[in-house]
């Protein structure tokens, strides 16, 4: 029996496409488990870790939280169980890119026309500084919750 393939900390993080102190804070926060060690004291990762590791990176590029990717690793470890709360957590955080996709979107139409108001005269003149500092302009709201 052919035993599993080890990797050092450098190769899993370029097989990953992440920093080698991006896997030590998952290990330090426990969403990545620690791996084996070398007599010598070096990380052994295995297939597992980079594919975990792969699941968290890919969860962090789509904007989930830490915390959801954390509950999304205990859902996936359970793969005999129901996708519906998977399927729920999916569908809010869609709901939350959509929302702020919408305050972009505003803002992109405020930034708009600040900009084509302006004379391109003098700064007491400009439009953008006025519009920034009138109490008329539209509150957008940007707080984020990620």
């Keep these: 029996m052919q035993a599993a393939p080890q990797y050092s ?17 998952y ?8 791996p084996a060690r070398t007599e010598g004291g070096h990380r052994q990762y ?4 980079l594919a975990r590791l792969q699941f968290v990176r890919r969860s ?44 972009l979107r505003t803002l992109e139409r405020e930034l708009k026309r600040m ?9 007491a003149d400009c439009r953008v500084i006025q519009a920034l500092a009138s109490d008329r302009a539209p509150k957008l709201d940007t707080a984020e919750n990620s």
Aim: net charge positive; hydrophobic share 35%.
């Design 9 to 25: 900390i450098g190769e899993v993080a370029k097989n990953a496409e992440c920093q080698v102190q991006t896997i030590r804070y």
């Design 27 to 34: 290990e330090k926060i426990g969403v990545l488990p620690r």
């Design 46 to 49: 295995t297939s597992d870790h």
């Design 60 to 103: 962090r590029e789509l904007g989930f939280s830490l915390e959801t990717v954390r509950r999304l690793l205990r859902l996936a470890d359970r793969q005999e169980n129901n996708c519906s709360t998977v399927d729920s957590i999916a569908s809010a955080h869609l709901a939350e890119v959509k929302q702020k996709l919408s305050r």
């Design 115 to 123: 900009i084509a108001e302006c004379s391109h005269g003098k700064i």
